[in-house]
């Protein structure tokens, strides 16, 4: 897996996973407004961009990936912040190991399965090929809020992802359920879901605040499915606090 670390080893750690069909790279406008201090770790996932040549396995599989990357370039426990599908990975790692991960932010993690995914998984075979045409992956784009400076990063990694990673990642999106240890992770978690998502989403955050006691909730206004990428300024800010409450 294709990973790009910051910051000197001892400085707080912080893992961003993205959201399916993106990058590392769309954290960049989040991490342009964070203040210096942090270690920021910052993979592309099997079978995006950089990591395209990797097969995206399972959720369960890439948590354990994951595992391994935090031990190798973290000196200490970290914080996730996980976009969407970087959202349920986050959950998965702070469940199964707090032994590794001591706070974690979820932002728009669908935590309510789909009702008939094979339905929604057949579609999405068909039309896979679309990704890699330029003209659909810019409506996409569109779609997603990506900003015009991150436009190429995108286009390359909508051509590079392939059918079985559509699907397999989709899949594992719209099947996710919390796991039973997120109901006792001892650590500090944020959970984020845009005003303007789709219920389903907002239903799910509300699902994991009140599965996690003491978990904070907070539905952002002037957002849909894109925070870090619609406010990334905001975003930025409200991270730096969250981090800096630490007791």
Request: proline share 7%.
């Amino acid at each position: 897996m294709y990973v790009r670390s910051s910051g000197e080893r001892g400085e707080r750690p912080v893992l961003l996973l993205h959201g399916g069909g993106v990058a590392g790279w769309m954290w960049e406008p989040t991490t342009e407004h964070l203040p210096a201090g942090l270690r920021l770790i910052v993979p592309d996932l099997p079978g995006h961009d950089r990591s395209s040549e990797e097969r995206y396995v399972s959720h369960d599989h890439v948590a354990t990936e994951l595992a391994a990357v935090i031990e190798r370039e973290a000196e200490r426990p970290v914080a996730v912040v996980g976009f969407s599908l970087g959202a349920q990975l986050a959950v998965l790692l702070a469940a199964n190991r707090p032994d590794l991960v001591d706070r974690v932010a979820v932002v728009s993690a669908q935590a309510t399965p789909t009702k008939a995914p094979g339905l929604t998984l057949g579609l999405l075979g068909a039309t896979a090929p679309l990704a890699k045409l330029q003209w659909f992956a810019k409506l996409q784009a569109k779609a997603l809020f990506i900003p015009a400076p991150l436009m190429d990063d995108y286009l390359r990694t909508s051509a590079r992802i392939s059918r079985e990673t559509l699907v397999t990642t989709v899949g594992e999106n719209i099947r996710f359920t919390e796991p039973p240890a997120w109901a006792s992770f001892p650590g500090s978690a944020l959970i984020l879901a845009g005003e303007g998502e789709r219920g389903f989403m907002k239903k799910s955050a509300r699902l994991l605040n009140e599965s996690l006691p003491g978990s904070e909730l907070e539905i952002v206004g002037g957002c849909g499915h894109g925070i870090p990428l619609q406010r990334p300024d905001w975003f930025a800010q409200r991270l730096w606090n969250w981090l800096a409450s630490e007791s």
